[in-house]
Nanobody
């Protein structure tokens, strides 16, 4: 049984920062691909960032230069440092994991495990 638990969401003013954490437990390879997705009301879920165990990262264009994804392979925790937050970043943020390396698409269907999400609101 694999469990992903996010924390760190909240409400901030535009220009502020937040750091999200996702703790992974259970029978999962610590080389699994880890990713952050977000979904705003009335919009489709979108991939925000992903990271392989070797440190390769990828970001959606709208967050490049503002967000940083990182991971601790020993503790199986993935982080999302979010700076210069904008109102359009308001969404429910969820972490996800999949076996093997991260793919070339942002397809949510490729991910085996999901957290419950943490709300980020930027005013």
């Amino acid at each position: 049984h694999v469990q992903l638990v996010e924390s760190g969401g909240g409400t901030v003013q535009a220009g502020g920062s937040l750091t999200l954490s996702c703790a992974v437990s259970g029978s999962i390879d610590n080389h699994a691909c880890m990713a952050w997705f977000r979904q705003a009301p009335g919009k489709e879920r979108e991939g925000v960032a992903d990271i392989d165990a070797d440190g390769r990262v990828r970001y959606v264009d709208s967050v490049k230069g503002r967000f940083t994804i990182s991971r601790d392979n020993d503790k199986m925790i993935v982080y999302l440092q979010m700076n210069d937050l904008r109102p359009e970043d308001t969404a429910m943020y969820s972490c996800a994991a999949r076996d093997g390396r991260c793919g070339s698409s942002w397809s949510a269907y490729e991910y085996n495990w999901w957290g419950q999400g943490t709300q980020v609101t930027v005013s």
